[in-house]
T-cell receptor, first 110, second 114 residues
Framework: EDQVTQSPEALRLQEGESSSLNCSYT??????LFWYRQDPGKGPEFLFT???AGEEKEKERLKATLTKKESFLHITAPKPEDSATYLC???????????FGRGTSLIVHP | DTGVSQDPRHKITKRGQNVTFRCDPI?????LYWYRQTLGQGPEFLTY????????KSRLLSDRFSAERPKGSFSTLEIQRTEQGDSAMYLC????????????FGDGTRLSIL
């Protein structure tokens, strides 16, 4: 059974204080790892897809990396508007159904 | 591109009543998914359509839940004889039908059972 564990559950940062969120996974034949951002009362918003170990993707202050066992979402110099829950999901080969983690709730204080 | 649309956004009903939710996916997306999400949890898979065919249902999905996607366009999710435990956010997502495409989510329907 595919498993996704995200840590920490919650993270509080000061504006400008860089940090990383972790997504550890167990899946047979990873075909894709997805990062989403979810604001309160809203649906998840797609951020990145990573396909293979060593791959990196960037968008504004966010950078996602992937190894064979985990993915990191690095947040550089965060701003209060980066406050949200960040979800990680994995998809195995031959399946079109991702398995989601519980998410990391990020709060960035001004 | 108007995104994934869900209706209603909120539904309050009494235990034992039936409810139906609607999802309109992004027009060129042929895959459509339903998820349930409770506080502090990630989305939990319920069921998945490719075009009008329902290809997979969660083993955890009660037979009180049924979904349709007539003509491969919009989809409906019906819950019969609602229970307190059905209170959750019901999310719909759609994706293109090639490879490992990301899913695009609607803003969900929040169901509250009195």
């Amino acid at each position: 059974e595919d498993q996704v564990t995200q840590s920490p559950e919650a993270l509080r940062l000061q504006e400008g204080e860089s940090s990383s969120l972790n997504c550890s996974y167990t899946v047979s034949g990873l075909r894709g790892l997805f990062w989403y951002r979810q604001d309160p009362g809203k649906g998840p918003e797609f951020l990145f897809t990573l396909y293979s170990a060593g791959e990196e993707k960037e968008k504004e202050r966010l950078k996602a990396t992937l190894t064979k066992k985990e993915s990191f979402l690095h947040i550089t110099a965060p701003k209060p508007e980066d406050s949200a829950t960040y979800l990680c999901a994995v998809q195995r080969g031959g399946s079109y159904i991702p398995t989601f983690g519980r998410g990391t709730s990020l709060i960035v204080h001004p | 591109d108007t995104g994934v649309s869900q209706d209603p956004r909120h539904k309050i009903t009494k235990r034992g009543q039936n409810v139906t939710f609607r999802c309109d996916p992004i027009s060129e997306h042929n895959r459509l998914y339903w998820y349930r999400q409770t506080l502090g949890q990630g989305p939990e898979f319920l069921t998945y359509f490719q075009n009008e065919a329902q290809l997979e249902k969660s083993r955890l999905l009660s037979d009180r839940f049924s979904a349709e996607r007539p003509k491969g366009s919009f989809s409906t999710l019906e819950i019969q004889r609602t229970e307190q435990g059905d209170s959750a956010m019901y999310l719909c997502a759609s994706s293109k039908g090639t490879g490992e495409q990301p899913q695009h989510f609607g803003d969900g329907t929040r169901l509250s059972i009195l």
